[in-house]
C-alpha cells in the first residue's frame, strides 16, 4: 500500500489533465514512448494525431503473473523511488531475462493508434509527429477505458514546428540520465 488516500484519480505522469503540457514534440520528430503501467489492469493508451508501431514489451522485476494482486518487487521500487526523489535508471526496475521482454503479437505488427499497455509492464512504441503545419498545435494521449478519462487519466501535448535546418538540439533525459 503506497497512499492513505484512497480516492485516487487514474492520472499519468504523476499529473492531472489541466497542468502544463510536459510533451511537446516538433514536427517531423521521431520519438520513443514508454508507457509505464504501475498496477494490476490494463491499459489501451491512445495517442491523437498519429498512428505508431509497438516496439515491445517488458515486465518489472519480481513479476508473477499467477498472482493478480501481488505487486511485483520492481513496480514498488520504482514506485518508492520516484516518491523519494531517488529514481534510478529504469532498466534497474525490469525483468533483464531473456522471457522479461516480448516482441509485438501478430496483430500489432502494422501502425497502431491504441496500445495495450499490459498490467506491470512498460510498452514502448515508436513514432513520427507529422510535417504538416495544419496539424501544428495542441492534442491528448489518453487511456481509452471510459471510466479513466472521465477521471483524469489524460494529458496535453502540443505539435510544435521543426526547427529551422542545421539547428542543434540537446535534451537530457531525467530517469536514464543521459543527453541526446
Not at 523519494?84 to 501478430?106: C, E, F, I, W, Y
Amino acid at each position: 500500500k503506497f497512499d492513505s488516500d484512497h480516492h485516487l484519480f487514474a492520472i499519468l505522469n504523476m499529473m492531472n489533465f489541466d497542468e502544463a503540457v510536459t510533451e511537446n514534440p516538433r514536427a517531423g520528430d521521431v520519438e520513443t514512448w514508454e508507457f509505464l503501467n504501475l498496477t494490476g489492469v490494463a491499459h489501451p493508451m491512445h495517442v491523437h494525431l498519429l498512428d505508431f508501431l509497438v516496439l515491445n514489451r517488458t515486465r518489472f522485476r519480481d513479476f508473477q503473473g499467477s498472482d493478480p494482486t501481488y505487486v511485483p518487487g520492481g513496480v514498488a521500487n520504482y514506485i518508492l523511488d520516484r516518491r523519494n526523489g531517488t529514481l534510478k535508471v529504469l532498466s534497474a526496475s525490469l525483468d533483464a531475462t531473456a522471457s522479461g521482454t516480448r516482441p509485438p503479437q501478430a496483430n500489432e505488427m502494422g501502425p497502431k493508434d491504441v496500445v495495450h499497455a499490459a498490467p506491470w509492464t512498460v510498452t514502448r512504441v515508436v513514432m513520427q509527429w507529422p510535417t504538416n503545419e495544419i496539424f501544428f498545435g495542441p492534442y491528448v494521449y489518453h487511456c481509452h477505458i471510459l471510466d479513466h478519462e472521465d477521471n483524469d487519466m489524460m494529458r496535453p501535448l502540443e505539435l510544435r514546428p521543426p526547427l529551422p535546418p542545421d539547428t542543434l538540439w540537446t535534451g537530457f533525459d531525467r530517469i536514464d540520465n543521459t543527453w541526446s
